[in-house]
């Protein structure tokens, strides 16, 4: 079966440092991996996604992910945090029932910028 | 411009009443679906569909109901069955195949 950890619950970075969000699947054979960010009382945005090809992909609001097969991974990252950064990260992967196009959610990583 | 809306916002029902929370899409999308949020666990699936007048469960589908006459709407009726039905519930609707997801605004549900 499928499942996503996001193995830290909260991280705070200060503004314009570094970020890497972790995420690692469970899934027998080449996942459909994304990345959804949440603000407060909001909906989610898609932030990128992994389906085939090229490990690294790149998405909106300068956030890039790379996908290592070896390491069961799909971690997210900026070279430097805004402000607006802020807010609720979500890793997902697609399920494989058949025709079904679900997807299974971490339980998500907050992130805090200080100034 | 097209979208996801979700209706109202915040909903508040007594013990004991059935509810239901509207969504609705004009991204011409055939599938949508309906999360649960809770703190620090996640969306979890509640229905989905990716057919009009067709519809699955997820993995939380008690004390939910669903309905799929239309491919723009997707209503979710929080029926009385479900014991502790406080949280945020998202809609959201895809493409059929591998796409991501759009999602609604959501709806904060509460018991009183």
């Known amino acids: 079966a499928q499942s996503v950890t996001q193995p830290d619950i909260h991280i705070t970075v200060s503004e314009g440092a570094s970020l890497e969000l972790r995420c690692n699947y469970s899934y027998g054979a080449t996942p459909y991996l994304f990345w959804y960010v949440q603000s407060p009382g909001q909906g989610l945005q898609l932030l990128l996604k992994?389906?085939?090809?090229?490990?690294l992909v790149q998405g909106i609001k300068g956030f890039e992910a790379e996908f290592k097969r070896s390491q069961s991974s799909f971690n997210l990252r900026k070279p430097s945090v805004h402000w607006s950064d802020a807010a609720e990260y979500f890793c997902a992967v697609r399920a494989v029932q058949t025709g079904a196009n679900n997807l299974f959610f971490g339980t998500g990583t907050r992130l805090t910028v200080i100034p | 411009d097209g979208g996801i809306t979700q209706s109202p916002k915040y909903l508040f029902r007594k013990e004991g009443q059935n509810v239901t929370l509207s969504c609705e899409q004009n991204l011409n999308h055939d599938a949508m679906y309906w999360y649960r949020q809770d703190p620090g666990q996640g969306l979890r699936l509640i229905y989905y569909s990716q057919i009009v007048n067709d519809f699955q469960k997820g993995d939380i589908a008690e004390g939910y109901s669903v309905s799929r006459e239309k491919k723009e709407s997707f209503p979710l009726t929080v029926t009385s069955a479900q014991k502790n039905p406080t949280a945020f519930y998202l809609c959201?609707?895809?493409?059929?195949?591998?796409?991501?997801?759009?999602f609604g605004s959501g709806t904060r549900l509460t018991v009183v």
């Open positions: 959201a609707s895809s493409k059929t195949g591998i796409y991501g997801y759009t």
């Open positions: 992994y389906f085939s090809g090229d490990t």
